[in-house]
RNA sequence: UAAGAUAACUGGAUGAUUACGCCACUUGUGGUGAGGAAAGUCCGAGCACCAUAGAGCAAACACUCUUGAUAACGUCAAGCAAUGGUGACAUUAGGAAAAGGGCAACAGAAAUAGACUGCCAACUGACAGCUUAGCUGUAAAGGGCACAGGUGGAAAAGUGGAGUAAAAGCCCACUCAUUAGUAUGGUGACAUACUUCUGCUGUAAACUCAGUGUGGUGCAAGAUGUGGGGCAUAAGAGUUGCUCGCUCGCUCCCAAAAUCGCUUGAUUAUGUUGGCAACAGCAUAACUAGAUAGAUGAUCAUCUUAAAUGACAGAACUCGGCUUAUAGGUUAUCUUAGGGC
RNA sequence: GGAAGCGUAUCGAAGUGGUCGCACCGAGCCGCACUCGAAAUGCGGUUGUCGGAGAAAUCCGGCACGUGGGUUCGAAUCCCACCGCUUCCG
């Protein structure tokens, strides 16, 4: 389940994050996270142009998303979240991306349960 | 068999579990969901607003063999000419240099006119000799020539003859290029033949000239709601400048989002008729993404296959083109070379 | 999605058809002078790459102005197509 509701959205949404939340690094990607009033969790993903043209950056925005479901309920729903691919994600296979994402989250300490 | 040329096609299929966008309704099911280039944004249109886009001059930009196709085009088709290739074929911004100036480094005597080396004693003058109205000889001062030399991308047509003091398209024959005309063929570009004129450096993809065409801005156009602010009857605005003309003159600006614009269209598929073709007409059938942090992933199974885990690559208002990228595979026609019958 | 601009030695930056690109100029780098030593200052030198010659210093030649074509006798410069980078428009 990652329909709509589950999304960061606009752009004042993402400098908030980036403003007031902490962040947390690996090998492929980058988190911000900072609490916030909302009852669910909201992910946005961010991949930039460097990473190459259209058709990989849609592949790698479409393997985060998949990465991150399986924990969607289990975050602290108090919390926002950004997930920002570094350069290599673009190379890095989807069993690394699950490694990186459940590392981060756990680094974070934002698990609840 | 090898090496090529040209024109096309393909770019895996089916199913399961789970996940996403849109649509429908019975609200948890069903349907549907990227390309040949969706790309680059290089042209042409639709559409929207500015006057339902007006006139003149200027500027700027684009185009330039012919005939046709098209809504239109700088695109396409069939040809013509030139160039390249043994050939199948390919390429070409392919008007004008005799309207006008501009530029042409270095080399070379000289670069669009000229004489360095050279050739010449016919002419003017000089000198010498002699049989003295003159003749013969010497010398390149004046003068004549542009044949030969070498330089260069380019030196003013090539070969042969005639001619001369020496020479030269100065003249003649043939050839080459070129101007104009006539005839034949072709819608035409043009081709062939004959007559005739001329023998002219190159560059217009630097300026220019001639002809033709172009109003501007782009869906972040724009329309409708919401909130806030300014102006107070003429300043101004109408998107290159000037002149004219017309219109608006209560409308203008800012903010954040929403809805519309947003997909049935110069559409797609099949058949048929006309045309060498581009393409057009007719008939039948079909409806095929519409997002806005922006939708196709993950894990398998089976099949086709040499292989498919593996090419280039992701719609953003919509069409017609162009350009560029593209693994592997397939088809058709043709060319050259070698071999066999 | 749309609209503009820029690519020249290690860096910045002139050069917009002509003597090999001795690539003006500035910074940097190297050497020398000055100094006990350094800085500053002054003077001189300095593009890369490929190939060849040489014991070495060094010398000679080719290619290269983002890349690839074209026009021209000749292109960093003119034309066309790509590649990369930057900026603007809600």
Same mark, same amino acid.
């Given at each position: 389940?990652?329909?709509? @509701?589950?999304?960061?959205?606009?752009?004042?949404?993402?400098?908030?994050?980036?403003?007031?939340?902490?962040?947390?690094?690996?090998?492929?990607?980058?988190?911000?996270?900072?609490?916030?009033?909302?009852?669910?969790?909201?992910?946005?993903?961010?991949?930039?142009?460097?990473?190459?043209?259209?058709?990989?950056?849609?592949?790698?925005?479409?393997?985060?998303? @998949? !990465?991150?479901?399986?924990?969607?309920?289990?975050?602290?729903?108090?919390?926002?979240?950004?997930?920002? %691919?570094?350069?290599? %994600?673009? @190379?890095?296979?989807? %069993? @690394?991306?699950?490694?990186?994402?459940?590392?981060?989250?756990?680094?974070?300490?934002?698990? !609840?349960?």
């Amino acid at each position: 389940m990652f329909s709509k @509701e589950y999304r960061l959205k606009k752009k004042y949404q993402f400098n908030y994050v980036y403003r007031v939340g902490r962040s947390v690094g690996s090998t492929n990607l980058v988190l911000y996270f900072s609490p916030s009033k909302n009852k669910n969790v909201k992910v946005g993903i961010s991949v930039s142009k460097k990473l190459g043209h259209a058709v990989t950056r849609n592949l790698v925005k479409r393997r985060i998303r @998949e !990465c991150v479901i399986p924990y969607l309920q289990k975050i602290n729903p108090n919390f926002n979240v950004v997930f920002i %691919a570094k350069t290599s %994600a673009a @190379e890095a296979s989807f %069993a @690394e991306l699950q490694k990186d994402v459940n590392y981060l989250l756990k680094k974070a300490n934002i698990l !609840c349960g």
